[in-house]
């Protein structure tokens, strides 16, 4: 069966310093990898979505990057974080051809202060 | 780009009432369209979905319609119970992402 794993749960970080956020796919190869932000009380903006290794679209212009270095593998990065970025954030999956039901991680609630 | 509305943004309704919540999206090329409800601190959960070359599917207390021509749809729950109680969020695809609406809360009133 298939699995999406995403870490940390939660995190605190300090305006300006890094992110990292990991997600990994067990159970299927070449998934579509998507990443989304949920600010409280908000919906689900998509921020970057890969259909493959190294293929990574932006939906919305940030300071936030993402990459794809594994097939299963999908990373969410930021130089130096804003206030701005506070917020829940959501890995998922679904199989090549997009057209079906995507599965979440649990997410990650990120607080910068 | 795909733009999915959602409305309305918060509902209540009495125990045992209907819930209605409508959609309507902008890409004529999404061919699929799941709804989707979030509980308090998880991601959200897939609970129906239907497909472009179908205009009304039903499982249990739950129906989606979908009007094509329109760029409609819609979830319907009858017989609402407290444990309904969440955020619904109805989505569009096509072959390589899916955009989100932007969430209905719902909250059934023992």
């Known amino acids: 069966s298939q699995t999406i794993h995403q870490w940390p749960a939660t995190l605190v970080q300090p305006v300006g310093s890094p992110l990292s956020l990991e997600c990994t796919v067990e159970?299927?190869?070449?998934?579509?990898l998507y990443w989304y932000r949920q600010a409280a009380g908000r919906g689900l903006q998509l921020l970057f979505y890969?259909?493959?290794?190294?293929?990574i679209s932006s939906e919305v212009p940030q300071n936030l990057s993402a990459s794809r270095p594994q097939d299963r593998q999908f990373i969410l990065s930021s130089k130096k974080l804003l206030l701005s970025d506070s917020g829940f954030y959501l890995c998922?999956?679904?199989?090549?051809?997009?057209?079906?039901?995507?599965?979440f991680g649990q997410g990650t609630r990120l607080t910068v202060v | 780009g795909e733009n999915v509305e959602q409305h309305p943004s918060t509902l209540s309704v009495q125990e045992g009432d209907s819930a209605v919540i409508k959609c309507t999206y902008s890409?004529?090329?999404?061919?699929?369209f799941p709804w989707y409800k979030q509980e308090l601190g998880k991601g959200p959960q897939l609970i129906i979905d239907?497909?472009?070359?179908?205009g009304e599917k039903k499982d249990q207390r739950i129906a989606v319609t979908l009007n094509k021509t329109a760029k409609h749809f819609s979830l319907h729950i009858t017989e609402t119970q407290p444990e309904d109680s969440a955020v619904y969020f109805c989505?569009?695809?096509?072959?390589?992402?899916?955009?989100f609406g932007p969430g209905t809360s719902l909250s059934v009133i023992p």
């Open positions: 890969s259909v493959g290794i190294g293929q």
């Open positions: 159970g299927t190869s070449n998934p579509n």
């Open positions: 989505a569009a695809g096509s072959y390589d992402k899916v955009i």
């Open positions: 890409d004529s090329a999404s061919n699929y």
């Open positions: 239907i497909r472009s070359n179908v």
């Open positions: 998922a999956w679904n199989r090549a051809g997009g057209d079906t039901e995507a599965f």
